[in-house]
C-alpha cells in the first residue's frame, strides 16, 4: 500500500539530546514538510522540501533541521537548541501539479523531552 | 497561501447537516481550496477541494461563492465520528502547479452531538 510513515510514534528523550525523527513516503511525491502541533493549537510549519536536495525553512524552524538526500525520506532533528521541543511532530507529502495535489500526512511522532 | 479565516469552533447535532464556512478573500484565481479533518492526535486528513465548481465526494460537498472569496464544506449527515478540527487551505500556485509552503491556520472545532 503506498502511502507515508512516521516512526516512532512515542519519543522519550532526555534534555540536551539531539534526536531524529523519520518520515518515508512511496507515493512518488517531490513535496514533503514537517509541522510541529502543540495541544490544542493548529499546525506550524517547520520545513519543507520541493525536491531532493533541496528545503526551505517554514515558520518556526529555528532548533530544527532536516536533510532530503533521497526522494522518499524526508528526516527532522530536533536539536538541543530548540527551547520547548515536547510536541507533536506531523509530516506530510505531495505531488507537484495541478490539481490532486492534496497532502498525505503520516500519523504522527509525539516527542516528549524530559 | 492565500490566508483563510474559519471560526473557532462550531456544534452540530447528529444526523444534521454540519455546514463550516471558511473566508478566503485574498485567493487568486488558479488557487484551489482545500479541506482537511483531524481527529484527535491523528494526521490530518483529505476531505476535498475545489477551484470554482461545487464539489461532491462520499464525504462531503463543497460550495464555492462565485467570487471565491469564500467556501462552505457540507457534511449532510453528521455523525458523531465527524467530531474533529476542520482546516480550510488554499496553497499558493505559481507557474500553473502547486508550490512551496502549505500553511495550516487554527482551524474550525467541530463537535457532533447526540
Known amino acids: 500500500d503506498g502511502g507515508i510513515t512516521q516512526s516512532p510514534k512515542y519519543l522519550f528523550r532526555k534534555e540536551g539530546q539531539n534526536v531524529t525523527l523519520s518520515c518515508e513516503q512511496n507515493l512518488n511525491h517531490d513535496a514533503m514538510y514537517w509541522y510541529r502541533q502543540d495541544p490544542g493549537q493548529g499546525l506550524r510549519l517547520i520545513y519543507y522540501s520541493q525536491i531532493v536536495n533541496d528545503f526551505q525553512k517554514g515558520d518556526i524552524a529555528e532548533g530544527y533541521s532536516v536533510s532530503r538526500e533521497k526522494k522518499e525520506s524526508f528526516p527532522l532533528t530536533v536539536t538541543s537548541a530548540q527551547k520547548n521541543p515536547t510536541a507533536f511532530y506531523l509530516c506530510?507529502?505531495?505531488?507537484?501539479?495541478?490539481?490532486?495535489?492534496?497532502?498525505?500526512f503520516g500519523q504522527g511522532t509525539r516527542l516528549t523531552v524530559v | 497561501d492565500a490566508k483563510t479565516t474559519q471560526p473557532p469552533s462550531m456544534d452540530c447535532a447528529e444526523g444534521r447537516a454540519a455546514n463550516l464556512p471558511c473566508n478566503h478573500s485574498?485567493?487568486?484565481?488558479?488557487?484551489?481550496v482545500y479541506w482537511y479533518r483531524q481527529i484527535h492526535s491523528q494526521g490530518p486528513q483529505y476531505i476535498i477541494h475545489g477551484l470554482k465548481n461545487n464539489e461532491t465526494n462520499e464525504m462531503a460537498s463543497l460550495i464555492i461563492t462565485e467570487d471565491r472569496k469564500s467556501s462552505t464544506l457540507i457534511l449532510p449527515h453528521a455523525t458523531l465520528r465527524d467530531t474533529a478540527v476542520y482546516y480550510c487551505?488554499?496553497?499558493?500556485?505559481?507557474?500553473?502547479?502547486?508550490?512551496?509552503?502549505?500553511?495550516f491556520g487554527q482551524g474550525t472545532i467541530l463537535t457532533v452531538h447526540p
Open positions: 485574498t485567493i487568486s484565481g488558479n488557487e484551489y
Open positions: 487551505i488554499a496553497p499558493r500556485m505559481s507557474g500553473g502547479t502547486s508550490y512551496g509552503k502549505l500553511t
Open positions: 506530510a507529502s505531495r505531488a507537484q501539479g495541478t490539481t490532486n495535489t492534496e497532502a498525505f
